[in-house]
C-alpha cells in the first residue's frame, strides 16, 4: 500500500479514510507524485488542525500557515494560499479529526531531524498571533508523539516560542 493509498485517495468513503483533503489536493496538484501529495496533505492537515485549536483561524495564522506550506513543501505562492484555504475548510467540517492518519504519514517519510522541525513548525504557527495557548500547546504534544519524538525535543520545539507561551506570561 502506498503512503498515497492510505489516504485512501480516489476511492469510496471508509473508515480509514481522513477527510476530503487528499483528493481535493489530487486535483488542485496533479503533477505532483503520491508521497509529494501525502506529505502537503498531512503537513497542510496538522497545520489547519492547530490554527483550529481555539475554533477560529485568524489572519495571522492564515498566512503563517501559506508560509509553511511555501518553506516546507515547495509550493507557489499562489498553490500555498489553495491549499491552506481546502486544509483549514477540511478541518472546519471535521473538527475531532483525530490526527494520527497525518503523524503516520509524515513518520514513514520524514527523517528525525524533519520531525522535529514539523513540530517547531506547528509552534511558529500557534505563535503567530502572539500567545500560544494550553490547548495548541497540548495539541502539538499529541502531534509529537504520533511522530515518535521523545519529550525532550517537544520541549526544544517549545523553547523556540517561550516568549508567547500564554502560560508563563503575566496579566
Not at 494560499?81 to 492518519?101: G, M, N, P, R, Y
Not at 500557534?126 to 519529550?151: P, Y
Request: glycine residues 4%; aromatic residues 6%.
Amino acid at each position: 500500500m502506498s503512503l498515497w493509498d492510505f489516504f485512501n485517495f480516489g476511492k469510496s468513503t471508509t473508515p480509514e479514510q481522513v477527510s476530503g483533503l487528499p483528493s481535493k489536493l489530487g486535483e488542485l496538484l496533479p503533477e505532483l507524485d503520491d508521497q509529494s501529495r501525502a506529505k502537503i496533505a498531512a503537513i497542510s492537515g496538522l497545520l489547519a488542525c492547530v490554527a483550529h485549536t481555539d475554533f477560529n483561524v485568524c489572519d495571522l495564522e492564515r498566512g503563517s500557515i501559506e508560509k509553511s506550506l511555501l518553506t516546507w513543501c515547495k509550493l507557489s505562492e499562489e498553490q500555498a494560499k489553495a491549499v491552506a484555504t481546502l486544509a483549514i475548510e477540511e478541518v472546519k467540517a471535521l473538527a475531532s479529526l483525530d490526527v494520527h492518519h497525518y503523524t503516520n504519514t509524515l513518520d514513514k517519510i520524514l527523517n528525525d531531524e524533519e520531525r522535529v522541525g514539523v513540530l517547531e513548525m506547528l509552534f511558529q504557527l500557534a505563535a503567530s498571533d502572539e500567545d500560544v495557548d494550553i490547548e495548541e500547546s497540548e495539541f502539538i504534544r499529541h502531534v509529537g508523539h504520533g511522530l515518535r519524538l521523545d519529550h525532550h525535543e517537544f520541549v526544544a520545539a517549545r523553547a523556540t516560542v517561550l516568549a508567547h507561551l500564554k502560560i508563563l506570561k503575566k496579566d
